[in-house]
């Protein structure tokens, strides 16, 4: 079976019908830059143009870099514009797309969800964390394959400040550290935090950085739970997202 997914990122929106059965891309995905602002109408906007491209008439699944509630709600916006909270992305996305059946899911529990049917999480029981290090810090945490949605642990305080403020892949390029010193003093910290937390058996870490994994990860001690890069890199979002919408 096929179904669209979208994954509405910082930069760019980017989707392709997802073949479902493969947990891989049916077709090469499509891409349009995100708008800035990035307001709820100029992002539908492209959330149409990647549809449009592939003429799709199914379902859709769409991820958003925020809490999202019911596959529709808006809760929080912390990297996109304010205006997206408490907006029914559901209905928007919905109406912008001439009526087809639209899913819309966090971005980390989309490349979760992923990761854990096709890629570095398959058959891991236990406590399974996933953290996207990209603009924020994303996160999906299952208990035995099944996910507890929404978590937000990139908003944890981390040396009095927003732990993705400091952890995130966006804060060593803005301050210019070297992959040691991020490993060190900003990464390692940040997952020996959450290990107090949660001890998991296993960390899965996303986004753009984990096809770079050997710049940083040989530097990351003392923690006691596996670390993973993911496997799915890119295309996890898009594929979590298609798989989340079939599920409704
Ligand atoms: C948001 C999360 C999101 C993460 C990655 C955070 O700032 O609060 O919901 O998953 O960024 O985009």
Redesign the pocket.
């Known amino acids: 079976m096929q179904i669209f997914g979208v994954d509405i990122?910082?930069s760019g929106i980017k989707g392709a019908p997802v073949d479902l059965d493969k947990g891989d891309l049916a077709q090469e995905r499509h891409k349009v830059l995100t708008p800035h602002p990035a307001t709820p109408e100029a992002v539908a906007d492209g959330v149409k143009q990647v549809v449009d491209h592939f003429g799709w008439t199914g379902p859709v699944g769409v991820t958003f870099?925020?809490?999202v509630t019911d596959g529709a709600t808006i809760r929080?916006a912390?990297?996109v514009d304010d205006s997206w909270i408490d907006t029914d992305a559901r209905a928007l996305l919905g109406e912008r797309l001439g009526g087809l059946p639209v899913t819309v899911v966090?971005?980390?529990?989309a490349a979760g969800v992923a990761e854990m049917h096709f890629g570095a999480g398959r058959d891991r029981r236990g406590t399974v964390i996933l953290l996207?290090l990209?603009?924020?810090?994303?996160?999906a945490v299952f208990v035995d394959g099944v996910l507890v949605p929404?978590t937000?642990l990139?908003?944890l305080e981390l040396d009095g400040h927003d732990a993705?403020k400091r952890a995130s892949s966006k804060a060593r390029e803005d301050h210019d550290m070297t992959w040691e010193h991020w490993a060190v003093h900003r990464v390692r910290k940040y997952l020996a935090h959450v290990e107090m937390l949660f001890s998991p058996e296993l960390f899965i870490l996303g986004g753009g950085v984990s096809r770079k994994s050997h710049k940083f990860l040989p530097y990351i001690e003392g923690i006691k739970a596996e670390i993973v890069p993911a496997q799915l890199q890119n295309n996890a979002g898009i594929v979590g997202a298609a798989m989340r919408a079939a599920e409704r």
């Open positions: 990122g910082g870099p925020g809490v929080t912390a990297n966090n971005d980390a529990d996207t990209g603009t924020g810090i994303g996160s929404n937000e990139g908003h993705e």
